[in-house]
């Protein structure tokens, strides 16, 4: 098999314990045959929790332009990992395969990501990634808004409301223009 990028020929390697891969020694991508994968999370089922990267990457380690499956020569497609994370996994979509440029691997396993890898190529995990994109955008939005200093009293204000019993009633109080008048 030869590297979707510089076109030198893959060498076998073990990225993990037991996960066997194909990297390419002068690009340094990774391949990971979906059977390779599977077998692999089989032989170790938990699941480690997400965790933050001690040392996040801020500039994107993908490689730009297409690329084909060094396996079935079909297209691969770009997944987004996390909102915050700069890079995507690059997948077949015909035989499941994946593609790690350089360091991703590495960047994967600091977060305790790369027993995920199968499921960034589901609809749900590709939900949660917009999702979360989508409060940071927001979060910004307020925080320029408000300023930090009222934004942190808004939240904390917001936090004692949602939680009090009274909730509606306070709510009606805070926002009518005279709360007294009949
Ligand atoms: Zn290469
Ligand atoms: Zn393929």
């Known amino acids: 098999m030869e590297c979707p990028i510089c ?7 073990t990225l993990e314990s037991s996960l066997r891969a194909s990297t390419c020694p002068a690009c340094g991508g990774h391949f990971i045959l979906s059977s390779d994968y599977l077998d692999w999370r089989q032989q170790h089922p938990a699941n480690l929790d997400e965790q933050p990267d001690p040392t996040p990457l801020h500039e994107s380690t993908d490689t730009s332009g297409a690329k084909r499956c060094p396996h079935c020569r079909h297209l ?11 890079f995507g996994v690059d997948h077949c979509g015909s035989c499941n395969s994946v593609w790690l440029d350089r360091t991703e691997w590495d960047s994967l396993k600091r977060r305790n990501l790369h027993d ?3 499921r960034m190529f589901t609809d749900v995990w590709q939900r949660r990634v ?7 955008t927001m979060h910004t939005i307020y925080q320029e ?7 942190a009293e808004a939240q904390r204000v917001k936090a004692w409301l949602d939680a009090h019993p009274q909730r509606q009633a306070l709510r009606a ?3 009518a ?3 007294y008048s009949r």
């Open 7 to 13: 076109t030198t020929t893959l060498e076998p390697t």
């Open 130 to 136: 917009r999702a979360a994109e989508h409060r940071a």
């Open 76 to 86: 691969m497609f770009r997944y987004r990992v996390g909102h915050d994370i700069a």
């Open 145 to 151: 808004k408000f300023g930090a200093e009222d934004y």
């Open 177 to 179: 223009e005279d709360p």
């Open 173 to 175: 109080f805070l926002t």
């Open 116 to 118: 995920d890898i199968n």
